[in-house]
């Protein structure tokens, strides 16, 4: 790779003609490190999931792992817990996330306020986890704050069998890093919507309903719904939360598997808790599929 | 939608205050908890601790190690990379892209069932050389789990900038690769490379997932264990962790070059 193919490379031709003389193949070599990477480190313990999960601990396929994370009431019941989990928290969090992000939105781009809520949204959407499960017991844990708060005018948590160190607790913990990761996920998609559209809507004689109803919620719709799914995969992922909240005997499939990789059952079912990681692998993947998908229809007006 | 100023204002104020409550009310109470020293006077007991407890702070000294080994590999695979498909692949920046994002499909308690697989099944040799150390053994799935961030924000940062033209006039000069990249691209790419690093570190300091499945005790997974016998140190240093990642990330939107930084946090994922 001298200097002189580099120029010659770089002459102001259009990018079509470079696109049909196709990939030099040394140039491919410059993506060798990040690709060897990648597969050793990712593919690595990918690798260990999938074939741990299709086969005995004896090394011959089987099914049998699958079949036991169907048929065991205890996988069942988890799975069922960590979709509604993910369905409740996304559902809320999406709907609060949009209706402050359009609160947010209507002050300037480079408002302070909108500088402290997008900092502060990436903060607790992307890094919370266990300081989160930390302010949540500190609040309503046995002597949280709002707990003896609350009991100063008569209301008790505790003796309503109120527990934030149980599901309700997670989906309490988890709605609130749902929110701030929705109005990071919306926002592109709100200021994109241009002043021109209202101003037409109007001259035509909409109303605001009337806007909402025939422009802005039909170009919205995509990026509305493909925040959905990222905000159901975020929840259905995660585990630091909930694990700070309850620790791993908590009915969800992260907990389940943690018990099952750290031996804490009494059979040796390891390759039961790899099952359930490739089935966990399947349903995100699934989700992202389609958000991608979405995410095309979304950026058609709002690029 | 400016004649209309002041009805907006009202549901404006309404859901602001309303998620002030929900938002800050956790986080105040987080405050005051914190203060309350175990000797029944408010004070900084709580925070001071960190200084005290041995197992705390060289389980912080453990992480700060493993967060600079990462982001150093991260940046000398990443920015070399993202650059490359710039500016000779760009028919692959799509799919180098999606494979940046993939461990998003990984949920972190799989990676770590895998991880702890393999650390069973290592033979002595690879047990002493990768698993015998947290460092060795948790950097490079952190630069694996950085991945997506740092893309992103390199690449938003290396697509700002003239690529081909100062490629060219440091090739020209007889710069080398590495000098081209070091001297020429790193300095004009700052912002991005920060932002990438910021959130790097950030990942570090909170991953506490795989660590814990793999029995190693980083700055979380001791911050989780101070939970069960001193809570209100727990919760002194949680408190530390958002204001610190949060002033982390307040300082990268405002050394962006303006408007760009906010969106690059906006579109990480």
């Known amino acids: 790779m001298g200097g002189v193919a580099v120029l010659e490379r770089s002459l102001p031709g259009d990018p079509a003609a470079r696109r049909r003389r196709g990939i030099p193949r040394g140039a491919w070599l410059g993506i060798a490190p990040f690709a060897l990477y990648v597969l050793v480190f990712l593919g690595g313990p990918l690798y260990e999931v999938v074939y741990g999960a299709f086969t005995t601990t004896g090394g011959s396929l089987t099914w049998h792992n699958f079949s036991q994370?169907?048929?065991?009431?205890?996988?069942?019941?988890?799975?069922?817990?960590?979709?509604?989990?993910?369905?409740?928290?996304?559902?809320?969090?999406?709907?609060?996330?949009?209706?402050?992000?359009?609160?947010?939105?209507?002050?300037?781009?480079?408002?302070?306020?909108?500088?402290?809520?997008?900092?502060?949204?990436?903060?607790?959407?992307?890094?919370?986890?266990?300081?989160?499960?930390?302010?949540?017991?500190?609040?309503?844990?046995?002597?949280?704050?709002?707990?003896?708060?609350?009991?100063?005018?008569?209301?008790?948590?505790?003796?309503?069998?109120?527990?934030?160190?149980?599901?309700?607790?997670?989906?309490?913990?988890?709605?609130?890093?749902?929110?701030?990761?929705?109005?990071l996920l919306i926002t592109p998609a709100l200021e994109g919507l241009r002043p021109e559209w209202r101003e037409a809507a109007t001259g035509l004689g909409a109303?605001?309903?009337?806007?909402?109803?025939?422009?802005?919620?039909?170009?919205?719709?995509?990026?509305?719904?493909?925040?959905?799914?990222?905000?159901?995969?975020?929840?259905?992922?995660?585990?630091?939360?909930?694990?700070?909240?309850?620790?791993?005997?908590?009915?969800?499939?992260?907990?389940?598997?943690?018990?099952?990789?750290?031996?804490?059952?009494?059979?040796?079912?390891?390759?039961?808790?790899?099952?359930?990681?490739?089935?966990?692998?399947?349903?995100?993947?699934?989700?992202?599929?389609?958000?991608?998908?979405?995410?095309?229809?979304?950026?058609?007006?709002?690029? | 939608m400016r004649r209309r100023r002041r009805r907006p204002r009202l549901w404006r104020v309404a859901i602001l205050v309303l998620a002030a409550i929900f938002f800050l009310g956790p986080l105040a109470s987080a405050i005051r908890f914190s203060l309350e020293q175990s000797n029944g006077r408010d004070g900084l007991g709580n925070y001071t601790q960190l200084l005290h407890d041995a197992a705390l702070s060289s389980s912080l000294a453990t992480s700060l190690e493993i967060a600079a080994l990462t982001t150093a590999i991260m940046l000398s695979l990443m920015l070399p990379t993202v650059v490359w498909v710039r500016l000779r692949l760009p028919r692959l920046a799509l799919v180098v892209e999606s494979i940046s994002v993939l461990p998003i499909v990984i949920p972190p308690i799989v990676m770590a069932a895998g991880l702890a697989t393999l650390q069973s099944h290592a033979s002595a040799g690879l047990s002493d050389l990768v698993f015998s150390s947290p460092l060795t053994a948790l950097t490079p799935v952190y630069v694996i789990l950085a991945m997506p961030f740092a893309y992103r924000s390199l690449d938003v940062g290396v697509r700002a900038i003239d690529l081909r033209t100062l490629v060219d006039a440091a090739r020209s000069l007889g710069a080398g690769w590495?000098?081209?990249?070091?001297?020429?691209?790193?300095?004009?790419?700052?912002?991005?490379?920060?932002?990438?690093?910021?959130?790097?570190?950030?990942?570090?300091?909170a991953e506490v997932v795989i660590a814990e499945t793999l029995l190693y005790t980083t700055y979380p997974v001791s911050l989780v264990n101070a939970g069960q016998?001193?809570?209100?140190?727990?919760?002194?240093?949680?408190?530390?962790?958002?204001?610190?990642?949060?002033?982390?990330?307040?300082?990268?939107?405002?050394?962006?070059?303006?408007g760009a930084s906010r969106a690059r946090i906006g579109r990480l994922l």
């Open chain 1, 69 to 183: 994370t169907f048929s065991q009431p205890q996988y069942r019941s988890a799975f069922e817990q960590s979709l509604k989990i993910s369905v409740v928290t996304s559902v809320l969090g999406g709907f609060f996330g949009v209706w402050l992000a359009c609160a947010v939105v209507t002050a300037g781009p480079r408002s302070p306020l909108r500088r402290i809520v997008s900092s502060g949204a990436g903060v607790l959407a992307y890094f919370a986890g266990v300081p989160l499960a930390f302010a949540f017991i500190a609040t309503l844990g046995r002597y949280g704050e709002a707990t003896i708060l609350l009991r100063h005018i008569g209301i008790d948590l505790n003796a309503s069998g109120f527990d934030i160190s149980s599901l309700t607790g997670v989906e309490l913990a988890y709605t609130y890093f749902q929110v701030p990761l929705m109005v």
């Open chain 2, 178 to 205: 590495p000098t081209v990249l070091a001297r020429v691209i790193l300095p004009n790419v700052r912002t991005a490379v920060l932002t990438a690093a910021s959130l790097t570190v950030a990942l570090v300091l």
């Open chain 2, 229 to 258: 016998a001193q809570l209100g140190v727990a919760v002194a240093l949680s408190v530390l962790s958002l204001a610190i990642t949060w002033m982390l990330l307040l300082a990268i939107s405002f050394i962006g070059n303006r």
């Open chain 1, 207 to 303: 109303s605001t309903v009337g806007y909402i109803r025939h422009v802005a919620a039909p170009v919205l719709a995509p990026a509305i719904l493909g925040g959905l799914l990222l905000l159901f995969g975020n929840a259905f992922a995660a585990y630091a939360t909930s694990y700070a909240l309850v620790g791993i005997y908590v009915n969800l499939v992260p907990g389940w598997i943690q018990q099952l990789i750290s031996g804490n059952v009494l059979v040796d079912e390891n390759g039961v808790g790899l099952a359930l990681g490739v089935e966990m692998i399947v349903v995100i993947a699934v989700v992202m599929v389609a958000y991608a998908l979405l995410q095309r229809r979304a950026t058609r007006w709002l690029a």
